[in-house]
């Protein structure tokens, strides 16, 4: 069963306030991964990380910033929310090392919903 | 680069009937193929997976059949419940092994 946990579930907030979006995972997992998903259901990554200090953009361009200091925390921040970034953001993790015949399945949090109101 | 492209809904069944949801990808070389389920208010779960061609993932009476021929990983279910109302992803992972993700089908099972 898959340990990796959101907080908050839920964040309404008004425009213009910092928001950090708290992900940990308790499977020592190298790699971390942030997902922005739209109303429409579509994923977007927007953040990922192959280890402690290793951070890159993902496919879709984020005003957000992310951090890794400790393997199992990988949290996201957003300076100044607006909102057009009320959306739900996912939080995933995997192993790093690829071994023949096992696959480096993405295990989810739960999401955080987020409204700037 | 790599894509998937799966069918779109949403759509409404009756309990006990026949589903079939299309995926079809476009990669480079050999990528491996999921199958995600989000169920409201929650993250995404994996629901069965394939690494190579001809492999058949199956779990809680889904299949999908990795067809390398058709570039296809069609999910089937002989007989839905109400209980797998979810959203359905379709997904492959090459060899950055970042997933790419299909947008995703919305099923509902009517009792």
């Known amino acids: 069963e898959a340990d990796i946990y959101q907080t908050p579930r839920y964040l309404v907030i008004g425009t213009g306030k910092k928001i950090t979006l708290e992900c940990s995972q308790t499977?020592?997992?190298?790699?971390m991964y942030w997902y922005q998903q739209d109303p429409g259901m579509e994923l977007h990554l927007i953040h990922y990380?192959?280890?402690?200090?290793?951070?890159e953009k993902g496919d879709l361009s984020s005003e957000s910033t992310v951090s890794r200091i400790r393997t199992e925390h990988f949290p996201l921040t957003l300076e100044s929310a607006r909102p057009s970034h009320t959306s739900q953001y996912l939080c995933?993790?995997?192993?790093?090392?690829?071994?023949?015949?096992?696959?480096?399945?993405?295990?989810f949090g739960p999401g955080t919903r987020l409204t700037v109101l | 680069g790599n894509s998937v492209t799966q069918m779109e809904g949403p759509v409404t069944l009756s309990e006990e009937a026949f589903l079939t949801i299309n995926c079809t990808y476009t990669?480079?070389?050999?990528?491996?193929l999921f199958w995600y389920v989000q169920y409201p208010g929650e993250g995404l779960q994996l629901l069965l997976k394939?690494?190579?061609?001809?492999d058949k993932g199956s779990n809680k009476g889904f299949e999908a059949t990795y067809r390398k021929e058709t570039t296809s990983f069609h999910l089937e279910k002989g007989s839905v419940q109400v209980s797998d109302s979810a959203v359905y992803f379709c997904?492959?992972?090459?060899?950055?092994?970042?997933?790419?993700f299909g947008k995703g089908m919305k099923l509902t099972v009517n009792p």
């Open positions: 995933a993790s995997s192993r790093h090392h690829r071994t023949s015949g096992a696959l480096n399945e993405q295990f």
């Open positions: 499977m020592g997992h190298d790699k």
């Open positions: 990380s192959y280890g402690v200090n290793s951070t």
């Open positions: 990669a480079t070389g050999y990528p491996s």
């Open positions: 394939a690494t190579k061609a001809d």
């Open positions: 997904a492959l992972q090459g060899g950055s092994e970042k997933l790419v």
